[in-house]
């Protein structure tokens, strides 16, 4: 067929080439051909053969977990950082994990399917794969068995359509762009908040997620206690970003508000928790919730305390507590 005669080009003219020896290649494809699609199977349109090549391999070797696309960038730069010390950004936007080396087959991933308008409608989780409002359980060479259960099916549309939220977030805010670096921003704090398990009950739902569960005859929950720090008199701004999940744990219960409070001068900022359009939060499926502030400099030593207020009756469960600060 073409695509053997177009590989066998290609190699043919790389190995004239110096850097042969020191080439990875990695042969894919986007989609199946449509005359080749199993119409009974709608997974089997996204199975596409996935083959990393290169003349310093000493042995071929074929596995059989489900991977992704999303799985090669970040295989290729640990890879290449671990062996060669190349340098990459500290941080980047990657969906995927390292590819999945195990020879027995297993599914253990959370991957979006996008169809050709664009719109996300399949999901799979782990084992999972929901299709046009039909769910089912993979098998090994990627059979589906469908399965009639309506309570997982829905969780698992849920989970769909907060992915979706997430990305289109992650789009309109350029969180896939790495900042460049500014030296007159100086990090005071930056920090993933673990709540205390001896207060708050750790509660694993039924996609495997776990969670915090806040139910507590309390007015606050504190995120950041009395954060200290001081700043030279050339700094004008304090900002401050926090992010999380959340979701309702009890049907009637408000969400807290979320609040600094500047100790030394006494200001105290209170926002309710909404999502980035305006509405509300308060589901029991699980959101997203992110603010970003920015507060005037008055005293130049500062003590800043950042607290859920929960006004005792609240209910709920939060995860992925994180917290920066930085001054310019």
């Known amino acids: 067929m073409y695509a053997d005669d177009a590989l066998r080009s290609l190699f043919q003219y790389y190995k004239t080439r110096p850097d042969f020896q020191n080439t990875i290649f990695v042969i894919t494809g986007d989609h199946r051909m449509a005359p080749v699609n199993d119409g009974k199977n709608p997974l089997r349109k996204y199975n596409v053969p996935l083959i990393i090549y290169s003349p310093l391999l000493k042995q071929s070797r074929r596995m059989e977990p489900v991977v992704s696309h999303y799985d090669i960038a970040p295989s290729l730069t640990a890879y290449l950082r671990g062996n060669y010390s190349c340098e990459f950004p500290e941080t980047t936007p990657y969906i995927g994990e390292c590819l999945d080396t195990s020879l027995a087959f297993k ?23 929901a299709y ?11 059979d589906l068995v469908q399965v009639a259960d309506e309570s997982l099916l829905q969780k698992i549309n849920e989970e769909r359509s907060f992915f979706q939220s997430l990305s289109v ?55 950041l206690v009395n954060k200290e720090f001081a700043y030279d008199a050339t700094s004008k701004n304090v900002h401050c970003e926090v992010s999380f999940s959340i979701k309702n744990a009890a049907e009637q219960k408000p ?38 502030i920015t507060f005037p400099i008055d005293n130049h030593r500062e003590q800043l305390r950042i607290y859920l207020r ?10 992925d507590v994180k917290i920066r600060i930085f001054v310019e």
């Open 255 to 292: 969400l807290p508000n979320l609040v600094y409070h500047l100790r030394n001068s006494g200001t105290i900022y209170t926002f309710p928790l909404v999502a980035m359009d305006g509405s509300s939060l308060n589901t029991e499926k699980g959101a997203y919730f992110e603010n970003k």
């Open 132 to 142: 046009n409002n039909e769910l089912y359980v993979i098998r090994e060479n990627m």
């Open 107 to 129: 599914a253990q991933k959370m991957q979006a399917f996008m169809l050709n308008n664009r719109s996300v409608e399949e999901w799979m989780h782990d084992s999972l794969f």
């Open 169 to 223: 977030y992650a789009v309109d805010n350029d969180y896939l762009k790495k900042s460049k670096p500014d030296n007159n921003k100086l990090v005071l704090a930056q920090e993933s908040v673990l709540p205390n398990e001896s207060l708050y009950e750790r509660l694993v739902d039924s996609t495997g997620i776990v969670w915090s569960h806040i139910n507590i005859d309390d007015d606050y929950v504190d995120l």
């Open 310 to 319: 929960t006004k005792k009756q609240s209910d709920f469960l939060v995860k």
